[in-house]
Nanobody, 117 residues
C-alpha cells in the first residue's frame, strides 16, 4: 500500500502562486508516473501534469508555461509549482501514481485550490 498526502492548497488571488506537495509513504523511485489531476465542480477530473521515471514531464495545454512538476526523491515528495493562477484553475487537486512492480494505482485525498479576488 502507498499513501499519498497532498498539501499546500488554499485561497489565492488571480496572478498569484501556490506550491502543492504530494508526500508518498514509500520511495517514489518505484512509481511511474506521478501525476497531478484536478477536478472542478461539475466537471470531470482532468490530468494536469505528469512526471516520469526518466525525468520527462508532460503538461495539459491549459497550464503549460505556468505550472511546473518536480520531485525530491530524498523526501519522497512531488511538487506542483503553480504560477500566474487564473480563476479557472480553481479545483480540488489530486496526486496520483502507479507502482511499477505491482501496477497498483493510488490517489491522494485532494487539496482545494481556489483562485479568486
Amino acid at each position: 500500500q502507498v499513501q499519498l498526502v497532498e498539501s499546500g492548497g488554499g485561497l489565492v488571488q488571480p496572478g498569484g502562486s501556490l506550491r502543492l506537495s504530494c508526500e508518498a509513504s514509500r520511495s517514489i523511485l518505484v512509481m511511474n508516473p506521478i501525476s497531478w489531476y484536478r477536478q472542478a465542480p461539475g466537471k470531470e477530473r482532468e490530468l494536469v501534469a505528469s512526471l516520469f521515471i526518466g525525468g520527462s514531464t508532460s503538461y495539459a495545454d491549459s497550464v503549460k508555461g505556468r505550472f511546473t512538476i518536480s520531485r525530491d526523491n530524498a523526501k519522497n515528495t512531488v511538487y506542483l509549482q503553480m504560477n500566474s493562477l487564473k480563476p479557472e484553475d480553481t479545483a480540488v487537486y489530486y496526486c496520483y501514481t502507479r507502482e511499477v512492480f505491482t501496477r497498483n494505482d493510488y490517489w491522494g485525498q485532494g487539496t482545494q485550490v481556489t483562485v479568486s479576488s
